[in-house]
């Protein structure tokens, strides 16, 4: 079945660093990927999206290319903040061979911020 | 759009305990989830509507769960003799396949459920 698969964190960095998050998956078909982040206490929101190979998604200076060679679609920001501070998740869809379209997640990736 | 409401935001409750939580979607959407996350997990897929047709459940959503979207617009989901393990955050999202096959989920801000 479809998987996808996180860096494992807490990533711990400073303020204005640059940020990596790596997200792979697999999947049988033709995947939609997404970023979505969640503040403490709160739901998911979504961060950017992909629908198709070489689709940069990007939102609030956050980046993501996806990468059907290498099955990936990491996540970067060229300067973080404190207020970045989040879990952000990697989700894909699979549509063409799910017909209820429904997320499989990864596991979450803390970021923490330090001024 | 208001965006994706649930209710109540948190709920405490002992084992054996019925609990029925609440989902508002977006205004018009004709697609709404469930998921389930627990600590330190990314969100599981449960279950899921299309207008008021409940149309695939996962294996994760044993018979003690129960959710109903009756008219096509809220959604209830139910846990009948709340066990420990379902202690979670209870996930709605909802998506309008009007926008085309590969449509954008959005989520409301959850339901903490501890069960004592």
């Known amino acids: 079945g479809d998987s996808v698969t996180q860096m494992e964190g807490p990533v711990t960095l400073s303020e204005e660093a640059f940020l990596t998050i790596n997200c792979t998956y697999t999947a049988t078909g033709y995947p939609s990927l997404f970023w979505y982040v969640q503040y403490p206490g709160e739901g998911l929101q979504l961060l950017l999206k992909?629908?198709?190979?070489?689709d940069k998604g990007s939102n609030k200076g956050f980046e993501a290319t996806y990468r059907k060679e290498t099955t990936s679609f990491h996540l970067e920001k060229g300067s973080v903040q404190v207020s970045d501070s989040a879990v952000y998740f990697c989700?894909?869809?699979?549509?063409?061979?799910?017909?209820?379209?429904?997320?499989?997640f990864g596991g979450g990736t803390r970021l923490m911020v330090k001024p | 759009d208001t965006g994706v409401s649930q209710d109540p935001r948190h709920k405490i409750t002992k084992r054996g305990q019925n609990v029925t939580f609440r989902c508002d979607p977006i205004s018009e959407h004709n697609r709404l989830y469930w998921y389930r996350q627990t600590l330190g997990q990314g969100p599981e897929f449960l279950t899921y509507?299309?207008?008021?047709?409940?149309?695939?459940k996962s294996r994760l959503l044993s018979d003690r769960f129960s959710a109903e979207r009756p008219k096509g617009s809220f959604s209830t989901l139910e846990i009948q003799r709340t066990e420990q393990g379902d202690s979670a955050m209870y996930l709605c999202?909802?998506?309008?396949?009007?926008?085309?096959?590969?449509?954008?989920?959005?989520f409301g801000p959850g339901t903490r459920l501890l069960v004592l």
């Open positions: 999202a909802s998506s309008s396949i009007q926008g085309g096959v590969r449509e954008t989920q959005y």
């Open positions: 992909a629908t198709k190979a070489d």
């Open positions: 989700a894909l869809s699979d549509p063409v061979n799910n017909a209820g379209n429904m997320l499989t």
């Open positions: 509507f299309q207008n008021e047709a409940q149309l695939e």
